[in-house]
Nanobody
Framework: VQVVESGGGSVQAGGSLKLSCVAS????????MGWYRQAPGKEREFVAG???????RDTDSWKGRFTVSQGNAKNVLYLQMNSLKTEDTAVYYC??????????????WGQGTQVTVSS
């Protein structure tokens, strides 16, 4: 499985970016896919994800600003980010989780895409 993110860049506060993720050799299943981010000096944190039945999950921190969606091809994931803030500056990673056995999951990470928001 190879996971590749794209769409990062530099934007001013209040602007928008749309990140894309393609997981090659990956079959979308019960474990789902998701977006994470890591700011300098901080731990990687969950942003938003999508599960097998199409349900999305995210955290209150980004509700109303970030939207996760899936492409027509189930191995493609997007993250639409609006009203960006300087604190959103981070490397954004895509995770593709592949089922192992009946209940396990194995995570495949992409290399990350840098998002820089300036004031």
């Amino acid at each position: 499985v190879q996971v590749v993110e794209s769409g990062g860049g530099s934007v001013q506060a209040g602007g928008s970016l749309k990140l894309s993720c393609v997981a090659s050799g990956y079959i979308f299943g019960r474990c789902g896919m998701g977006w994470y981010r890591q700011a300098p000096g901080k731990e990687r944190e969950f942003v938003a994800g999508i599960n097998m039945i199409g349900g999305t999950r995210d955290t209150d921190s980004w509700k109303g600003r970030f939207t996760v969606s899936q492409g027509n091809a189930k191995n493609v994931l997007y993250l639409q980010m609006n009203s960006l803030k300087t604190e959103d500056t981070a490397v954004y990673y895509c995770a593709a989780d592949s089922p192992i056995g009946e209940t396990g999951c194995r995570r495949y990470w992409g290399q990350g895409t840098q998002v820089t928001v300036s004031s």
